[in-house]
């Protein structure tokens, strides 16, 4: 008699393990649905604006580009990158569900609209001269007195050198135009873009990337971001927040960084 129980109560245990197995093979099911149902479709854009982000033929490039794709590997998930003109990715951003829209800059007037993970980098833009120009360069006062200045046609930089009162200026809109002009003596300052654009640029000219260095004096200093709808759930920010940081801290971002510095 104390056998039959004792074999039915092993019985009984056997089968409350298998119950307890079931539950929480359940469970696990419910938490997974749930993390799955909880992950927007994301549209993940940006414009082309190199050395940032850019098209190469049928291929994404760009220090922008690498960095989110860096993210969505720290992630484990994957995200077609789309680029669009810019205006067509402000409404986008503006008018669909789950767009993320990188390398933006955070202006108080955006910053209410949208959700926001970053900055990818912070960039700065400064006065550059050739590297065989031995004048030497301080202040915005000292910038004043350069024999003309390449700048861009509009834009950012366009209206803070006006904002600053510089007049000794040459508009164009080619940025190859504006470098060109330092080496043909007909400028003797440039100034549009940041380090990385500025190699981005002499590369495409075939001068040397140390053919210009820059002056030390600073226009303008500009963090870019990751701008998000705003039904994007805040989990989600949270995560490639998180992400991003882990990112910015390994190795792996001085290497994105210094390989377009080359």
Do not use: H
């Not at 104390?2 to 019985?11: H, S």
């Amino acid at each position: 008699m104390r056998n039959c129980n004792l074999l039915i109560w092993t019985k009984d245990l056997a089968q409350l393990k298998v119950r307890i197995l079931r539950l929480l093979v359940i469970g696990c099911a419910l938490v997974f649905s749930y993390q799955v149902a909880a992950q927007p479709d994301l549209k993940v854009i940006t414009e082309d604006w190199a050395p940032y982000n850019y098209e190469e033929g049928s291929e994404l490039k760009g220090f922008s580009i690498e960095i989110v794709q860096a993210v969505m590997n720290e992630l484990g998930e994957q995200y077609p990158i789309s680029i669009y003109p810019g205006a067509r990715g402000d409404r986008m951003l503006e008018t669909l569900p789950n767009v993320m829209y990188f390398s933006l800059f955070r202006t108080p007037e955006r910053e209410a609209k949208f959700k926001w993970i970053g900055p990818i980098s912070t960039e700065a833009i400064y006065f550059y001269k050739r590297k065989d120009n031995p004048q030497v360069y301080r202040t915005i006062d000292d910038i004043k007195q350069a024999n003309n200045i390449t700048v861009p046609y509009k834009g950012l930089v366009a209206n803070k050198v006006d904002e600053l009162g510089i007049t000794n200026v040459i508009k164009l809109s080619s940025r190859d135009r504006q470098f060109s002009l330092l080496f043909s003596n007909r400028a003797e300052l440039a100034v549009n873009i940041s380090p990385l654009g500025v190699v981005y640029y002499l590369k495409r000219i075939d001068k040397p990337v140390d053919s210009l260095v820059p002056t030390g004096v600073k226009l303008l200093e500009f963090p870019l971001y990751i701008a998000c709808s705003k039904d994007i759930p805040d989990s989600v920010i949270e995560r490639w927040q998180a992400a991003l940081d882990k990112v910015k801290a390994s190795d792996k971002y001085e290497q994105i960084y210094s390989k377009y510095l080359m």
